[in-house]
C-alpha cells in the first residue's frame, strides 16, 4: 500500500525568503508524485507532478519540486515566496494502474508574513 | 465560468437526514470523482466514474451513493446522516481515467455538518 506523510502541518516564513516544504511517501511499487495547492474556500489545484525523466520537476507560480528515489521523498521548494503562496499544500502519490486514486498526505499551512 | 461546481457550498442537517451534493463540470471530461477531507485536512478519495461507470468505489459505508446521470455531472447521496459524515466533500474532474496525462480539476467543496 502506499502512502504518504508530510512533516510539516505548518511552515511560517517571512516575504521573499526560501521555504521547503517535506514529503516523504510510502510505496512497494513505482510512484506517480504530485503537489497541489489549496487556496481559503477554494478546491485544489495542481502545482506540479513527477511521471518520470528529470528528478526535478518545475510548476507554476515559480515552484519546483525534486524526486529522491533512495530518501523516498518529494520535496516542494521556492526560492522566494510571496504572500500571495499563503496556503495548503498537499502531496499525493499513486502508481501505475491506479487511475487518479490519489492517496494525499495531511497537507502543509504554508503562512508567508510581511 | 466555473470548471467543476458543486453545490451547495455549505450544508447544516440534523443526524439521520438524507441530503444531496450535486456536481457539474464543463471541461468536457470523461471522469469524475469525489473526494472526503476530514476535520485534520485529509483528503480520501471516494469515487469515480469514467463515462458514467464507477470505476473506484472505496471502501465507503453503503449509506453514501454516487449518481452519474450523465459524464458532466457526479451527485453524491447519503442517507441516515451521522456526526462522523461532517466533512468537507470535493468533486473533482479529469479528461481520462490515467494520471499520466491528466490533472484532476476540483470544485470549491460542500462543506457538510451533521448536529
Known amino acids: 500500500a502506499q502512502s504518504v506523510t508530510q512533516l510539516d502541518s505548518q511552515v511560517p516564513v517571512f516575504e521573499e525568503a526560501p521555504v521547503e516544504l517535506r514529503c516523504n511517501y510510502s510505496s512497494s511499487v513505482s510512484v506517480y508524485l504530485f503537489w497541489y495547492v489549496q487556496y481559503p474556500n477554494q478546491g485544489l489545484q495542481l502545482l506540479l507532478k513527477?511521471?518520470?525523466?528529470?528528478?526535478l520537476v518545475k510548476g507554476i507560480n515559480g515552484f519546483e519540486a525534486e524526486f529522491n528515489k533512495s530518501q523516498t521523498s518529494f520535496h516542494l521548494r521556492k526560492p522566494s515566496v510571496h504572500i500571495s503562496d499563503t496556503a495548503e499544500y498537499f502531496c499525493?502519490?499513486?502508481?501505475?494502474?491506479?487511475?487518479?486514486?490519489?492517496?494525499f498526505g495531511a497537507g502543509t499551512r504554508l503562512a508567508v508574513h510581511p | 465560468d466555473t470548471a467543476v461546481s458543486q453545490t451547495p457550498k455549505y450544508l447544516v442537517t440534523q443526524m439521520g437526514n438524507d441530503k444531496s451534493i450535486k456536481c457539474e463540470q464543463n471541461l468536457g471530461h470523461d471522469t469524475m470523482y469525489w473526494y472526503k477531507q476530514d476535520s485534520k485536512k485529509f483528503l480520501k478519495i471516494m469515487f469515480s466514474?469514467?463515462?458514467?461507470?464507477?470505476?473506484i468505489n472505496e471502501t465507503v459505508p453503503n449509506r453514501f451513493s454516487p449518481k452519474s446521470p450523465d459524464k458532466a455531472h457526479l451527485n453524491l447521496h447519503i442517507n441516515s446522516l451521522e456526526l462522523g459524515d461532517s466533512a468537507v466533500y470535493f468533486c473533482?474532474?479529469?479528461?481520462?481515467?490515467?494520471?499520466?496525462?491528466?490533472?484532476?480539476?476540483f470544485g470549491s467543496g460542500t462543506q457538510l455538518s451533521v448536529l
Open positions: 473533482a474532474s479529469s479528461q481520462g481515467r490515467g494520471v499520466t496525462n491528466e490533472k484532476l480539476f
Open positions: 466514474y469514467n463515462n458514467k461507470e464507477l470505476i
Open positions: 513527477y511521471l518520470s525523466g528529470s528528478t
Open positions: 499525493a502519490v499513486t502508481f501505475a494502474g491506479g487511475y487518479n486514486k490519489l492517496i
